[in-house]
């Protein structure tokens, strides 16, 4: 009889410490989890930050600029929420409620199409980076009403804008200076780009088209040049002969 108690007590022991070990595992993964969403959520909230804070006092479009505002106080609620102990987060969430327009008239806006081509080309590449982040994550906002679809015509359309804006008033400058070589190298970088994106909307095929006209009207200048130069060539050989004459 004192066999079976022991033998029973000892399989309640382990039964117990098989408990206890499964509770405290699972405790442990809980936590790890919690930890790892955690990380994830203030990583999210890095990245949208160091976008909204690379396009701070450029115009881009007004939907985006909520969208990240959005976006980053979404998130530090939810941390909130998991870990109301997480270091700072208070604060964090003070500060993403400040209205980010506060004093906006007395901010210089930059217009991407008035910048130096590196720094252009440096924004642009940043906007293509914010427009794959944007697909890529899952939106928690409720104000965020647009469609990742949405977001993503929005921030396409304002770079091929801003493109355009940009190599078309340097073209215009070229066929000032009538050099018609370059003007068109400079409305095929709008085209060039429109290609080899793969996307395809109205507004886009709009901006393709007047790069395309442009182009037309580029090569009847330099056709017309051409001539007057040619006309301008003969007319000054015509002359040198007739001097020639002259003195003969």
Known sequence: MQTWYLIIGIGTLL???TIVNNIAEAVERKAREKKLKILRLKRSVDNLTDFLEQFKNYDIPKEIEVLLQNEIFSRLI???AIDKT???IADLIAESKTDNTENIEQQEINDLS????PELQKKLAQLRQLTK???EIPLLAKESLKSKLDYYDILVIYRFEKLSHFYSKEARQALQNSDYKLAKKNM???TGAIALSGYSSPRLAEINEQALLMIDEILQQQELFLLQQQEQDLENETDNEK???RRS
């Open 86 to 88: 997480f270091n700072g």
């Open 243 to 245: 001097d020639e004459d």
């Open 133 to 135: 982040y944007i697909q």
């Open 78 to 80: 939810e941390i909130q």
């Open 188 to 190: 095929e970088q709008i």
């Open 15 to 17: 039964l117990v410490t």
């Open 114 to 117: 008035n910048m130096p081509e």
